[in-house]
Structure formats: structure tokens, C-alpha cells
């Protein structure tokens, strides 16, 4: 069957995940979760060149007023750090270009990402919640981490519920009279 891609702008969920996924790698990914791999110890550092100073003040007052989780920095954390850094990123990449495109193929990625996701922000919620570095502000936390879960969950279910998520059947050749597609026009 010949299928053509839905235009983005008749796409407006995919442009919500879009600017999910742009906010993920300009932002998230390596520049408030890559701060807390290079600045081992929040209370003792030196800038470093990577991420801007403004950044890794305003990451380390976020940690310091509502989710002492990103100051503590425990080893289990910083595993969730690196799993972002080093597969959720590049997925971000390649998903803005698939998406953009409508290419079909990372339909499963895109599951993938997204279970992968809601575990680990699973995890770090239960610690906000009730763990060693529990929050003091857990509705703000909570709030925060929103987009964590329903993207995810609105991801799963684009990419599960429709096969050709991008696509649509396209125009289809009408069949020709038998006449012209044996090659006689009228007459014998």
C-alpha cells in the first residue's frame, strides 16, 4: 500500500513530544543531569566549563530549596544520570529527526525509551517520596517530574496503539478500463 506522511503541523501531539524531546537535550540531559556528573561534591567545586556558572547555580538552589536528591548525589542517582547521558540523549537526537520526518522506524525505539523512562523516574520518585533524600516540597517535586511521566505514558500509547504513527494511506492509482490497459483504444 502507498502511504504518505501526515504533514507535522496535523501532528500537534507529535510537536508536544518535540518540545519535550528539545527540552530533554538542550536542557536536561546535558546541562542539569550532565552538572551533577562533573560536580562530584555541591559544596566544595570550581566552575566548570561545562555547564555555565548561571546553570550550575540555579541547579544547586533548585537542589538546596526544594529536592535535596540532586545535592545529595548518591551512587544509584548518578547510574540514572549516566543512563540519560549516555542512551537518552542520543535517542533525543535521533527521535527529533524521526519525528520531524515521520520515519516509522522508531516506533519501537520510542517504546523502549519511553518503559525505560518511567522506571527510572519510578525510582526517583519513590525516593522523593519517602526515601533518605526525601523532598521537603513534594508537591513541587512532584509537579516538576510530571512531564517524566506523562510523556512516557502518552508515548507508549501514540506508538502501541497506532502501527504507522506518521503515516496515512496515500492516493491510490485508479484502475485504468481494459481497454487502454491492453493497449487498444476502441476498435478491434
Partial sequence: MNRQIIPLAKRPG?????????????????????EQLIIADPAHFTYPIWPPPAAVDLIHWWGRTFDPLIIARPAWWKVTIWIDALFFGPFYVVAIYAYIKGKEWIRIPSIIYSSTMLTVVTVILGEEIGGIHASPHLPVVLLENLPWLLFPIYIIYRMWRYPAPFTQPGPTLEAQPLAEQSGTLGGR
Fill in 14 to 34: 507529535d510537536i508536544a513530544i518535540l518540545t519535550f524531546f528539545f527540552v530533554n537535550i538542550l536542557f536536561i540531559t546535558y546541562i542539569v543531569d550532565i
